[in-house]
């Protein structure tokens, strides 16, 4: 992912994901920076014009396919769609037509290739050399390499820059790789629009370009063949991105869990002998889940605080922050997610909690004890308000949750702009976690006073919670205040304490580079 310097996962969430990564200035090819950024988050496809457009400079044109698997057809049917002609090439032809939109020509490899110069190799990497045969015809040919690997850097080489070895006389493009064979099917309203397209000729470039544009799609120059590799290992990356907040989420449950485990089953178990091991499946993990969530929520908003915090001491909004908390800024769309399934979860599990036999034994044995008792009223009035008013309070955070959650689909956030989506993302979310805060704290009430819920001296789970959330609220309050408030909000207009000295004698490691001034969005 591309690292800016400031606190920019959203930025580098929402836009092409490195600076290197701006879309084609088609028809006007020249410097990327010259695109608005209005232009990146607009995609550029309608329903109306893109498809078919008769005007398009691609349109119209026959392209060729070698292949007939799942993307040979898959990209046969958008290209007939948006208005090309489509010849495939097969080994077997007769057998593959079928498969095909009727506009589209099956026919043999070698004829297929005769008949056109721009051609997609839809085929494996492994099968690559058995196209050697076509070498002669394919002499000044485009050849599209839209291959994938299965392992990041499997091979030495790129399969691109392995594709142009076999086929010297050809200019090769990387493309299209990160379009799955459905993408491509369904068109690009759904999944990802950005087309990723590297090569070492500027010409065959731009002409992909323009094919990716006309079929809907965002081409996006990542420059020339060298960065091929990176471009196949982007859809091997998704899971990464997962890999931190996942075993993070892990290791917080399995932490709750033993404390939880400890406190409801084992303390009952060894200073009663109460067998209380029923408890595991639902309780326990009920009281796992919440804590979870809303720890993970809170480590939301940290990196945040943190960079904050950091700004203000540099008094600069150009200093690169250290590289953890760069990867935690750039992880928090998934551990946000994380912490929504965890509390969604939660939200279910405690609405099983009354309907389990467990507990209606208890409600009975109650009852029979109050019986015996003569005891008639059992209303405790505190008890009712404190229960109706942590509830709905819960039900309000998951709610704001579900929100973001939704906001988080890249069809949804394409649809807004910039400030709706930061006031969904930032606003909300925080008023999420106060609002889990408020759920927490009625929850637990008085009882992180009361001794006898201090289980060998560990106190109730939802006080340990506490601790992150309410630092990072205590913190957003104190950054709220006028004059520290102001301040901030300078630094993040590209103001800089002592900028002029600066100016005047650059510091030499190019710390302040004066040049990233403008760049922010
Ligand atoms: C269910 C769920 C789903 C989520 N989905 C997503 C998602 O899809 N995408 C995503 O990115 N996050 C997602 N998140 C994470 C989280 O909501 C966002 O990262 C959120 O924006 C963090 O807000 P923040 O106020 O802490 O930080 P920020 O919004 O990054 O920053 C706080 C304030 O500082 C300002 N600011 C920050 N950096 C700069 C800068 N360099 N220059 C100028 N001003 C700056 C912002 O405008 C803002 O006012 C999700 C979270 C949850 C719980
Ligand atoms: N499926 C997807 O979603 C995506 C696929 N890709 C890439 O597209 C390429 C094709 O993938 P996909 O369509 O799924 O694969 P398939 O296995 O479905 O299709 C591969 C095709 O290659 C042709 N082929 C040519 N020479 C050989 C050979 N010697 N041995 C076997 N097959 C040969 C075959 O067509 P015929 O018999 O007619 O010659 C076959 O239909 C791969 O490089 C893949 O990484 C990239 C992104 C997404
Ligand atoms: C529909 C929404 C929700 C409902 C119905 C709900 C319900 C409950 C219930 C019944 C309890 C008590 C559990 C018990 O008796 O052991 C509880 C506790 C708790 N909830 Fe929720 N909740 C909801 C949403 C949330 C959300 C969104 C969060 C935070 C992200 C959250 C965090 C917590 C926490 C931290 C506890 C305390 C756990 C403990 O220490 O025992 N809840 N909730
Ligand atoms: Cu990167
Ligand atoms: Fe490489």
Redesign the pocket.
Known sequence: MGREGGAGGLTSERLPRSPRTAPFALPLPGPAQRMSGGDMAKPLLGHRSVEGDPTAPAAGRTIGILGSGDFARSLAIRLVCSGFKVVVGSRNPKRKAGLFPSAAEVTFQAEAVKKTDVIFVAVFREHYSTLCDLADVLVGKILVDVSNNTEINHHKESNAEYLASLFPACTVVKGFNVVSAWTLQSGARDGNKQVLICSNNQEAKRTIAEIAQVMGFTPVDMGCMSSACEIENIPLRLLPAWKIPIFLSLGLFLCFFTY?LVRQVIHPYIREQKNKFYKIPI?VV??TL??V??V??SLVYLPGVLAACLQLYYGTKYRRFPDWLDQWLQHRKQIGLL??F???L??V???C?PMRRSHRYQLIETAVKQAVEKKMNIWVEEEVWR?EI??S?????????SLLAITSLPSIANSLNWREFSFIQSTLGFI??L??TL??LT??WSRAFDENQYKFYLP??????LLVPCTVILAKVIFSLPCIHHRLMRIRRGWEKGRYVKFVLPSATGEYSSGETSSHV
């Not at 109730?460 to 919670?465: A, D, E, R, V």
């Open positions: 939880n309780e009920n009281t919440p804590c969530a809303y993970m929520l912490s929504f965890c509390a969604a939660h939200a599990y405690s609405l909690l229960m942590y509830i309070v819960g039900i309000i955070a998951l709610g704001l949750l999420a976690l609002i889990s759920h927490t929850y637990g109730p789970t939802y006080t340990l919670t």
